[in-house]
């Protein structure tokens, strides 16, 4: 009875799959592609008190930048809100064109989900990576 019941839900299965339709839209997430690495290594020259070296010396938490997966997850959940999860108040666009207010939109969304992991401003500083950085550069742009 098992072995038929199995049966019948592979059958069943096979033909929900081929009822979709064929120009269903995947939802996807953000083309990792249009994110930076950190430039920071995490854990980098510990001072014995939790602190370790981000970007240009400035001292950041050790746990600084976040594993990639996991702030690329975050990033992902807060485009898909539309506002950073842990704070809402902040929108998160991020649009893939390559125009100045696009890249000006993206690397701001990036900043506030490094800044916003865990909580409203709690997560990891803007100088745990070279986004700043890359920010002025944008910035400076015509």
């Known amino acids: 009875m098992k072995f038929s019941t199995i049966i019948l839900s592979v059958f069943a299965a096979a033909a929900a799959v ?3 339709p064929s120009g269903a839209i995947e939802k996807r997430g953000v083309p990792t592609r249009l994110v930076p690495a950190f430039g920071v290594q995490r854990g980098a020259s510990p001072d014995g008190h939790g602190n370790c070296l981000g970007v240009n010396g400035k001292l950041i938490p050790c746990s600084c930048p976040p594993d990639r997966q996991a702030f690329i997850n975050s990033l992902n959940a807060n485009v898909a809100a539309g506002h ?26 990036l900043l506030s989900t490094l800044q916003n992991l865990h909580g409203p401003g709690v997560g990891c500083p803007a100088v745990s990576t070279v986004y700043v950085q890359i920010q002025q550069q944008v910035n400076a742009l015509p």
């Open 18 to 20: 081929q009822a979709a």
């Open 84 to 109: 950073m999860v842990n704070n809402p108040g902040i929108a998160a666009p991020f649009p893939t064109g390559e125009s100045k207010a696009d890249k000006q939109a993206r690397i701001a969304t």
